[in-house]
């Protein structure tokens, strides 16, 4: 049996008609690279990733074998959030480039086939935005304020909050600012940091900002957009605000919450769906949305933003029946909207899954005061992770080796499914957490507001390591964040060279991914169950994931594609997926 690499020479101009580059279909079944742009490639050497670099890691990107890029914000930022602090929608950050820079990159990756997402921050501008800064300028009661959700404070001069409300970075939800006569003024709402004011999405101005942001970017050739903190724009907070409407989303009563998830929310996206279709191709989105599983359909409709994240993967242990349940349930939400259904294992906020993945959960759950569950009341493994972080990372609670299988192994299985799977920067690479990173190091706000609480997300941020014996490795500057002695057997180069690394087992799935016909359901195969998760395309393809601890007797008959580990007879060993395909059924 071969090792992991393909048996057959993919041609990558061959993908099916519908859901190629050139279809409007082309995001249904697309392979998504997330950019953190800062952490990616530093073109100029002042040690922030650039758009430059990104242009410059175009063909590393279409080796890969990817359908598109996701770029987190790169807009100009204070980075208060990591650039989710926008100051001005429509325009480079310039450390990070400049509106030519962003040209030429969508040029080079268009040209290379791939398509270009960018990201959207709706809910909140930053406290540097030109219109925040004239709302605080111009004083109560004023049409600038009205952008924005200015209230009186409570308390016999206004010196209390206007409200309880936690903010999701920890500490108020409420800051106060200093009118412009200099008396201590009004408070005005912040979901997350208090450099992130959050927009009044009633006032029309606010509407025509963001539709002339779409239109902005969709001219200048971006095909789709990832929608921040979807489910928070549309606020009813009322006359007289009720303390204690407490932060995370309650899910009793769907859309009667003040902000999280109200059904309003909807009338915003119609209005983006008009603007997205006056385009050919219609420009796609996906919602980053953290609401009940029953009420995601409704966002990811064909008549709202068309896509929306499912992140049941980033929450569940790895398991054949969590992977099952994740499954069936993604599958049947997407035949609900009418959307294709997503696969996320890792992003820029959550501890990266080869980590996740290591962590002795049971004595980690021994170790922990309180059991953190998923909306399911199952064993919330992101949340866990953070937990372990907060306990300093004990290394024996980690196995490193079984992280990476696993991951390789879940990469893989979800790489089979239907629907468009989103792959973190550095997840190529196997790249763990980095939990070395002092604390006067950091940079997340999530650390800095919850003193104790949160060890926040920079692990997962660190800049990529390109090079494995260069400076920073390779990422083309001093990386802003510290880089493990580890990364050296993670570098790209280091990889590349490796017939049995991560990185050649990602690009030798791409490449045969693309050699699949697009679909949207899948069947189960006859070894599914119990520790196996088995499932067939409906080309004949099929992926099995032995999830258990003894190796599995594979099916006769089927040719190796690809797998997760290497394989020296016909059997599967433990926590391994493979792709079989047959020598005469399928295409
Ligand atoms: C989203 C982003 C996260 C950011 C938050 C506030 O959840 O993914 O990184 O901190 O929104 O914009």
């Known amino acids: ?162 409200s309880d409300w936690q903010s999701v970075f920890g500490g108020p939800a409420w800051t106060r600012v200093t009118e412009p006569d200099g008396a201590p003024g009004q408070w005005y709402m912040h979901i997350f940091a208090s450099e992130q004011p959050d927009w009044n999405w009633d006032n029309p101005d606010v509407h025509q900002e963001f539709l ?55 009338d915003i996206y119609a209005e983006w769906r008009r603007a997205f279709n006056e385009y050919d191709p219609p420009r796609t989105a996906v919602a980053e949305a953290w609401v009940h599983p ?33 499954i069936t349930k993604n599958l049947d939400e997407a035949r609900r909207s009418g959307a294709s259904s997503t696969w996320v294992l890792s992003n820029h906020d959550v501890v990266r899954h080869p980590t996740r993945y290591g962590l002795d959960l049971d004595t980690l759950l021994e170790r922990l005061e309180e059991r953190p569950l998923t909306p399911s009341g199952g064993t919330d493994l992101s949340v866990a992770a953070k937990q372990w972080l907060l306990l300093g990372s004990p290394e024996d609670l980690l196995d490193r080796d ?99 690394s991560t990185l050649n087992m990602y690009r030798s799935a791409l490449a045969a991914r693309r050699e699949m016909q697009a679909a949207e359901e899948l069947e189960w195969g006859p070894l599914n169950g119990g520790d196996v998760v088995h499932i067939v395309r409906p080309d004949g393809w099929e992926s099995i994931t032995n999830f258990g601890s003894d190796p599995l007797e594979l099916p006769e008959g089927g040719v190796v594609v690809v797998s997760s580990q290497p394989l020296q007879s016909s059997l599967l060993p433990p926590e391994t997926t493979v792709w079989l395909r047959h020598r005469t059924g399928g295409r």
Not at 42 to 58: I, M, Y
Not at 238 to 244: A, K, N, P, T, Y
Not at 454 to 466: E, I, K, T
Not at 469 to 487: I, M, N, R, S, V
Request: with cysteine; aromatic share 12%; proline share 7%.
């Open 1 to 162: 049996m071969t090792q992991t690499g393909v048996d057959h020479v993919p041609n990558p101009n061959t993908r099916p008609e519908a859901g190629g580059f050139d279809s409007a279909d082309w995001w249904r079944q697309a392979v998504v690279y997330q950019i953190y742009p800062r952490s990616f490639h530093d073109a100029d050497g002042d040690g922030l990733g650039d758009l430059r670099g990104v242009t410059e890691k175009a063909d590393y990107l279409k080796d890969l074998g990817i359908d598109a890029v996701w770029l987190s914000p790169f807009y100009p930022s204070q980075l208060a959030d990591g650039g989710y602090d926008v100051d001005d929608y429509r325009d480079v950050d310039p450390r990070l480039g400049s509106l030519d820079d962003f040209d030429a990159m969508v040029h080079a990756l268009h040209g290379r086939r791939i398509k270009v997402v960018v990201d959207i921050v709706p809910n909140h501008s930053s406290n540097l935005h030109r219109w925040f800064r004239e709302a605080v300028a111009a004083g109560p009661g004023s049409l600038e304020r009205d952008r924005y959700i200015f209230r009186d404070g409570r308390g016999e001069s206004g010196e209390l909050p206007p």
């Open 212 to 266: 002339d942001t779409i239109r902005f970017w969709a001219d200048r050739g971006v095909d789709g957009f990832r929608i921040d903190v979807a489910h928070a724009l549309a606020k009813d907070l009322g006359e007289e605000l009720v303390d204690s409407h407490a932060l995370p989303n309650e899910f009793e009563e769907f859309g009667t919450h003040p902000f999280w998830d109200r059904d309003e929310v909807h």
């Open 294 to 326: 029953d009420r995601l359909a409704r966002y990811a409709s064909p008549d709202g933003l068309g896509q929306a994240f499912s992140f049941d993967l980033l929450e569940v242990p790895f398991t054949a029946e969590n992977f099952r349940r994740a």
């Open 402 to 500: 079984r992280g990476l299988r696993r991951a390789r192994a879940a990469e893989l299985l979800v790489l089979a499914l239907p629907g468009s799977a989103y792959i973190y920067q550095g997840s190529e690479l196997g790249l763990y957490e980095v939990v070395e990173i002092d604390d006067d190091q950091r940079q997340d706000p999530s650390f800095f507001r919850n003193p104790g609480k949160d060890q926040g997300r920079d692990g997962c941020r660190v800049p990529l390591p390109w090079e494995r014996t260069a400076q920073d490795f390779g990422f083309g500057g001093p990386a802003h964040l510290p880089q493990p002695e580890w990364f050296a057997g993670h570098a790209a180069d280091a990889e590349l060279s490796d017939p049995g």
